[in-house]
């Protein structure tokens, strides 16, 4: 704003240095005190839970392992050989089941899988069970559509 008088002009100018003046005096007298007005976190909980960070994925600059892992347990390491016991052989008439000794470390599914690809039959279940002397007996419960009496002969058990 343009002031004709020229005092008028004065007056402003020292008030405006006397209003920059003491603003200065404010903020250097709060720098040399230091601010005491921090916020505390009021914690609710005895435990404290660290805090969920971002977790990245690996990412190796190179293979641990040269050569992947081969599956060692195949069809020839997990049957063993078929029981031909006279127990064995009420289950082939009867029940439609054959019997093998399996790997110790052989599961059900394993065990379903390699009958399928030794003898080309399909399972309805397998029952297992691990003898006194330690070795692991199998129960393979085949299909209507397979004969065990059949198979039995096709192996040679008969």
Do not use: W
Request: proline share 3%.
């Amino acid at each position: 704003a343009i002031v004709n008088n020229s005092g008028q002009c004065r007056e402003l100018l020292t008030m405006a240095r006397e209003n920059k003046a003491s603003k200065a005096k404010d903020v250097a007298k709060k720098v040399k005190l230091g601010s005491h007005n921090k916020a505390v976190a009021v914690r609710t909980k005895t435990h404290f839970y660290r805090p969920k960070t971002l977790v990245q994925l690996r990412k190796p600059r190179y293979d641990r392992r040269s050569v992947a892992r081969e599956n060692k347990m195949d069809k020839y390491r997990i049957l063993k050989f078929p029981l031909t016991t006279e127990s064995a052989m009420k289950k082939i008439e009867e029940d439609n089941t054959l019997v093998f000794i399996v790997d110790k470390r052989a599961n059900k599914r394993q065990i379903k899988e390699a009958v399928k690809g030794m003898y080309d039959i399909h399972t309805k279940k397998v029952n297992t069970l691990i003898r006194p002397d330690g070795q692991k007996k199998a129960y393979v419960c085949l299909t209507e559509d397979y004969d065990a009496l059949d198979v039995a002969n096709r192996i040679g058990i008969i």
